[in-house]
């Protein structure tokens, strides 16, 4: 079962890595003194009807194509960063959206361009890292 949940995770996430857990099918983020604070990531679970996150955590929502399923202070976050993404951004010279100097694209996922500060860019890129070994 859990290598199934691998594999259906992988087609998600669209990620060639494979699903690193703590035992539970859930991910958490590396020790709080490496991060400014630590945030549970896990994988969905099929259930009849669709997917679904485990008991205790809410969808991240961070663009179309993020499945992953966080802790709800951190879906609130997320959903606060996306409120102010517009403000957030600069129009360039070509007409695309870029971040002002000082902030970084948080890239939650590979459609997700919210600007944030690089300390919460580095704290989402940890996220994703401790579900999904790329090497």
């Given at each position: 079962?859990?290598?199934?949940?691998?594999?259906?995770?992988?087609?998600?996430?669209?990620?060639?890595?494979?699903?690193?857990?703590?035992?539970?099918?859930?991910?958490?983020?590396?020790?709080?003194?490496?991060?400014?604070?630590?945030?549970r990531a896990g994988h969905p679970n099929y259930v009849s009807g669709g997917w679904v996150c485990p008991?205790?955590?809410?969808?991240?929502?961070?663009?179309?194509?993020?499945?992953?399923?966080?802790?709800?202070?951190?879906?609130?976050?997320?959903?606060?960063?996306?409120?102010?993404?517009?403000?957030?951004?600069?129009?360039?010279?070509?007409?695309?959206?870029?971040?002002?100097?000082?902030?970084?694209?948080?890239?939650?996922?590979?459609?997700?361009?919210?600007?944030?500060?690089?300390?919460?860019?580095?704290?989402?890129?940890?996220?994703?890292?401790?579900?999904?070994?790329?090497?």
């Amino acid at each position: 079962m859990a290598r199934s949940m691998a594999a259906i995770a992988l087609l998600l996430f669209a990620s060639a890595g494979v699903a690193a857990t703590n035992g539970n099918g859930n991910a958490s983020l590396p020790a709080a003194g490496r991060l400014a604070a630590t945030v549970r990531a896990g994988h969905p679970n099929y259930v009849s009807g669709g997917w679904v996150c485990p008991p205790g955590f809410a969808w991240r929502n961070a663009g179309r194509q993020d499945w992953l399923c966080v802790d709800p202070a951190e879906a609130r976050r997320i959903a606060r960063e996306n409120q102010d993404a517009a403000a957030r951004a600069v129009r360039g010279p070509d007409g695309t959206y870029t971040c002002p100097s000082g902030l970084v694209r948080r890239a939650a996922s590979s459609d997700d361009d919210v600007c944030v500060d690089p300390a919460r860019g580095a704290m989402v890129r940890e996220m994703n890292l401790a579900l999904f070994d790329v090497h």
